[in-house]
Every structure is written in C-alpha cells, then in structure tokens.
C-alpha cells in the first residue's frame, strides 16, 4: 500500500475541543501529524469549513478544516 499522507501520523488518545461560532462540540483526537489529525465526535454533526481545534492539556490551539469524515470520525488539516 503507498502512503499518499504529507507527514506521519502518531497515534494519541486525547481529549480535545472543537470550536467555532461562539460554541463548538467536544472530541477525542486519535492521531495527529504536523499537517493535521483524526478526531472522533460524540454524534455526527455538520462541521463549518473553518475552525479550532483545541487541546487544553497540551495547549495547542490550531485552524484547521475538514478533508474527510467516516460515521462520527473526521480527518483535519491545519491550515
């Protein structure tokens, strides 16, 4: 299988924050690279092209945008 990823991914299991208007949604980060990550949602939800992702415990806090998404799991890029 050829690997067509920019940067390799690193598995984590962290608690994390996904922001935007005002709100945003909780969710757990299951992998993470220098060019974006895999989160996992309580429940499906429409996403705005356009966000934060925040992980409080590590205080990291990136713009970033959906490329994908698979039942409640959803793959981001950082801009």
Excluded: Y
């Excluded at 996403?47 to 981001?76: A, N, Q, T, Y």
């Amino acid at each position: 299988m050829i690997e067509k990823r920019a940067a390799q991914r690193f598995r984590v299991f962290k608690g994390g924050r996904i922001a935007f208007g005002g709100g945003g949604v909780a969710c757990t980060v299951r992998n993470m690279s220098t060019s974006g990550a895999a989160v996992d949602l309580e429940q499906q939800i429409a996403l705005p092209p356009s966000f934060m992702l925040l992980i409080e415990r590590d205080r990291f806090k990136r713009r970033c945008r959906p490329v994908w998404h698979h039942d409640k799991r959803v793959g981001l890029a950082f801009d």
